[in-house]
């Protein structure tokens, strides 16, 4: 049983559209990471979301992390070709030391 | 900063044979952690360091693997002997504080155990 499920699982949109990804489970985190990867590389930390209801925003992206920090939702607006990758969101349940990652949603977006 | 240097890249290998993987992290991180990441299952938390101390390992597959941090800029990762179904993408990532302040991972080592 998968700790994080992540969803879609595949997307692809045309440039310009919007879409939300998301990620939920049945436990608590105390935090709860998003990340983009590229092929070939490592993944990068886009945000840390820590408080309940709490809304952050990185120019296009939108985080949320739900007000019972079980769950957490990306939003992406006017999407572009740059914006492609595997969008991967990660939780640490509390004093656990360590992060659980979801098994990710790819993102393709056509110019 | 460089961020988390590991190496090589790219290994292939012969069943049977030993691999180690290295692992520089970034100055100042306490926390260095060990995944791997496949199609099937995604990215798995094999094992993690605190102090150079290591803390959980009860995500490595088996006595096969092994995991060493004799400093706190150093890191290895070692398989032996290798077999076909270890062929994954490793990645090192470090942290100044556990997963609660994220991770910055390295480019990874993708292994191909033939």
């Known amino acids: 049983t998968q700790l994080l499920e992540q969803s879609p699982q595949f997307l692809s949109i045309q440039e310009g559209e919007n879409l939300t990804v998301y990620c939920n489970s049945s436990?608590?985190?105390?935090?709860l990471q998003w990340y983009r990867q590229e092929p070939g590389e490592g993944p990068v930390l886009l945000v840390t979301?820590?408080?309940?209801?709490e809304v952050k925003k990185l120019k296009r992206l939108t985080f949320q992390f739900g007000d019972a920090r079980k769950d957490s939702s990306l939003h992406i607006t006017a999407a572009q070709p740059g914006d492609t990758g595997l969008y991967l969101c990660a939780g640490e349940e509390t004093n656990a030391g360590k992060s659980t990652f979801g098994d990710g949603t790819t993102l393709t977006v056509k110019p | 900063d460089a961020g988390v240097i590991q190496s090589p890249r790219h290994e292939v290998t012969e069943m049977g044979q030993e691999v180690t993987l290295r692992c520089k992290p970034i100055s100042g991180h306490d926390y260095l952690f060990w995944y791997r990441q496949t199609m099937m299952r995604g990215l798995e938390l094999l094992i993690y360091f605190n102090n150079n101390v290591p803390i959980d390992d009860s995500g490595m597959p088996e006595d096969r693997f092994s995991a060493k941090m004799p400093n706190a800029s150093f890191s290895t990762l070692k398989i032996q002997p290798s077999e076909p179904r270890d062929s994954a993408v490793y990645f090192c990532a470090s942290s100044p504080g556990g997963g609660d302040y994220g991770y910055t991972f390295g480019s990874g080592t993708r292994l191909t155990v033939v």
């Open positions: 436990s608590v985190f105390s935090s």
């Open positions: 979301v820590v408080t309940g209801g």
